[in-house]
């Protein structure tokens, strides 16, 4: 998701400086080529040696100190994709504002071109100061991206807005930056999750979903510049940050919801695990076992979302998923025919790479010119990159 791409992190001196080594660590986890920048403060919080160890780069910190072992800062100047400072105190913040370049962090901005983005931690009065205030505003005038404060307990014990904000925040942030926003302009449908149909009030009938893969591809879908709705059944998943999201419970309910939204939308990716029964009576008490030694539920037919939406196609583009338990290629290209699709993503569910639940997938897409592409195992944000970036191939045809 970062592959290739080089970040550059500054870290001032901010009781939160420990976060920057879980923030370092998800740019590694992800691909990025991270090198770092501490001010003097911060090595008082963290020690250089830490992010030398984890990044396999020297920790640039001296102006005058000899690092020709390493890549000059003038290269990474050029080099970096972006420069993340987290956290970022009052007094860098001041400094980027005025244009003081008196230590490395300060002269590098002065230096580099590439994108920042900064995420303040600080006293809860230091932050609401009118002159932090006038120097965050400049710097946003000048296209600088701010993740935070956040609110909650701070360092003199007050519970008030300064902490830095949560490291998924700040690095769903880079992503978002780093993206290419092949999307933008189009509003986007995604559906994930389970459905839960109801027998009586204790009782339903449900798949093991986890909505995983729909919630992936709303956050890809979203950080390529579009508009997203994400209409989920019940599932124990923080929504993606910036994406509408729609919560329902049955099938009817997602059908009520997609058939809403479908209308206004360029794109649909029906990646839920919508039921395809439910009850045929739901009794609304408890059923009693009444001394029974077996019981019979009736079950009728779930509306079929895809095929209904699907009659009225447009020029939308309409990808399904297709989890099969045997003869995978041939089910998946009867649904892709029959429901109209531009393309279909097959797994198989018996694999246990690719069950229900986990955070990987090996699929087969389909397009509907028949064309078979097999991906290995990968996670399920990488497979939601990989949809994306089919749809916006697509889009650019």
Known sequence: MLNGKKIVLGVTGSIAAYKSVLLLREFIKAGADVHVIMTRSAKEFVTPLTFKTLTGHHVLDDMFADNSTDISHIKLEDDADIFVVAPATSNVIGKFASGVADDFISTFYLATTAPLLIAPAMNCNMYRHSAV???????????????GPASGELACKKEDIGRLSNV???????????TKKTLTGKKVLVTAGPTVEDIDPVRFISNRSSGKMGFSVAKIAKR??????????????????????????????????????YQKCDILIMAAACADFTAEIYSAQKIKKKGAQNATIALKRTVDILSEVTKEKGDRIVVGFA?????????????????????????NITDARAGFGGDTNVVTIIDNNNRLVHHDIMTKDELAEEIIRKIGQMLEQ
Request: hydrophobic share 40%; proline share 3%; net charge negative.
């Open 168 to 178: 998924g925040d700040i690095f769903e942030a880079v992503c978002d930056i780093l």
């Open 133 to 147: 205030q006038e120097n965050i505003a400049r710097l946003k005038e000048r296209g600088v991206v701010f993740v």
């Open 323 to 347: 989890a099969e338990s045997e003869n995978l290629t041939d089910n998946a290209l009867k649904k892709l025919r029959d429901k109209n699709l531009d393309f279909i993503v097959a797994n």
């Open 224 to 261: 390529s510049g579009a508009e997203v709705t994400l209409v989920s059944g019940p599932v124990e998943l923080k929504p993606p940050k910036g994406v509408n999201t729609v919560n329902v419970r049955s099938a009817e309910g997602m059908f009520g919801a997609v058939t809403e939204h």
